[in-house]
Each structure stands twice: as structure tokens, then as C-alpha cells.
T-cell receptor
Framework: DTGVSQNPRHKITKRGQNVTFRCDPISEHNRLYWYRQTLGQGPEFLTY????????KSRLLSDRFSAERPKGSFSTLEIQRTEQGDSAMYLCASSMGGFNSPLHFGNGTRLTVT | QKEVEQNSGPLSVPEGAIASLNCTYS??????FFWYRQYSGKSPELIMS????GDKEDGRFTAQLNKASQYVSLLIRDSQPSDSATYLCASGGGTYKYIFGTGTRLKVLA
């Protein structure tokens, strides 16, 4: 079990640029989640996948955000035309599925939009 | 809006004391509850899971669940300065979407 891996750890970008983050879940986990966390707040749900299917997407997520999980393995989260309000920690987590399965988080990607 | 609520703190306790952290949730369909510890600038780390009414103990940590009152708590015995962190409560199980509270900041004073 190598844990959930996220890259990059930090990303600084200028407003209007596109950014892409990658998440590699724990290999035997079929569910993969993306959360966003800002200072002083709890993680906020963005979207989740079961295998390669994106089953739910938060209504808070604008059309500038898109996530994929090709072949049910790693996942990418892309933010187009970044805005300063997108600055946050983006957390990926995976689970084995089932009601009692906890989320296991990666180290996160901290995005700063200047 | 299904919510998980926590007092943001900070909760300050002296070293060696018991820290008591509380959480309420609004979705009666929630079936599982989790406590995470998060150090500043780091990602959440799972401490405890609880699914049934009652207490569950793991080392210095005890999680308590009361589904009738929609209440979850975490007790930390013999608190250490290294326990100083933000503790996140999360509910899950209803829709596979885990809902987190805003966290309670704990300070253990040496």
C-alpha cells in the first residue's frame, strides 16, 4: 500500500491559465474523490468516480472544472481560465467502496492563482 | 443541504487532560462517521471510524455515536502537545458523498 499520490504538490499560476492535477489512488480502491479545502474550512466535495464512471459532481463546480479517470486508474482534475478564487488545496482521496469505507487522502496540491 | 457541524474552537486543554470534541449531523441517512486529524498545511489523516451506536476505543482515542441525537464525539485521553491539530468530523454512507465539518482546532498546552 503506497498510499494516494498527488502531483504536483504546489502550483503557482497566473489568472487565466489552465492547470491540471493528477491523482493516483491506492491500487485496490475503486472509488476516487476530489475535494477542495480553503483556510479554516473543511474539505468541500467536488466530484467522485466509481472505477471510470463519474457518478456525482458538485453543483458548486463551474464549467471551468473537469475531471477524468480513464480506465479507472489515475484521475486528473483540470481547471480552465483560473481565477484567484480557485486558490485552495485540492485533495484527492480514494476508498474501497461500501458504506463503511473511510476516505484515504493524498498529500494534496496547493494551488495559488496570482 | 446536508450538514456536519463542529465548533471551530480553539479548544485548549492542558497536557495530560481529556479533550472532548463534538460533532452533529443533519442527514439521518448517514451510516458511517469518521474522525480525521489535520496538521497545518497537511492533508487529513484518518483516526477513527464508527458505524454503530455506542463507544469505540482505539488507544487514547474513543469515538462515541448517538444516532437518535445525531451526535458524534471524539475523546482524546492523556492529551499530548503533538495532538494539537484540527480535528475534522465526516459523515458518509448515504450517497457515497462524504460530508465534512469545518473542523475543531485543538491546542494542548504543555
Amino acid at each position: 500500500d503506497t498510499g494516494v499520490s498527488q502531483n504536483p504538490r504546489h502550483k503557482i499560476t497566473k489568472r487565466g491559465q489552465n492547470v491540471t492535477f493528477r491523482c493516483d489512488p491506492i491500487s485496490e480502491h475503486n472509488r476516487l474523490y476530489w475535494y477542495r479545502q480553503t483556510l479554516g474550512q473543511g474539505p468541500e466535495f467536488l466530484t467522485y468516480f466509481q472505477n471510470e464512471a463519474q457518478l456525482e459532481k458538485s453543483r458548486l463546480l463551474s464549467d471551468r472544472f473537469s475531471a477524468e479517470r480513464p480506465k479507472g486508474s489515475f484521475s486528473t482534475l483540470e481547471i480552465q481560465r483560473t481565477e484567484q478564487g480557485d486558490s485552495a488545496m485540492y485533495l484527492c482521496a480514494s476508498s474501497m467502496g461500501g458504506f463503511n469505507s473511510p476516505l484515504h487522502f493524498g498529500n494534496g496540491t496547493r494551488l495559488t492563482v496570482t | 443541504q446536508k450538514e456536519v457541524e463542529q465548533n471551530s474552537g480553539p479548544l485548549s486543554v492542558p497536557e495530560g487532560a481529556i479533550a472532548s470534541l463534538n460533532c452533529t449531523y443533519s442527514d439521518r441517512g448517514s451510516q458511517s462517521f469518521f474522525w480525521y486529524r489535520q496538521y497545518s498545511g497537511k492533508s487529513p489523516e484518518l483516526i477513527m471510524s464508527i458505524y454503530s451506536n455506542g463507544d469505540k476505543e482505539d488507544g487514547r482515542f474513543t469515538a462515541q455515536l448517538n444516532k437518535a441525537s445525531q451526535y458524534v464525539s471524539l475523546l482524546i485521553r492523556d492529551s499530548q502537545p503533538s495532538d494539537s491539530a484540527t480535528y475534522l468530523c465526516a459523515s458518509g454512507g448515504g450517497t457515497y458523498k462524504y460530508i465534512f465539518g469545518t473542523g475543531t482546532r485543538l491546542k494542548v498546552l504543555a
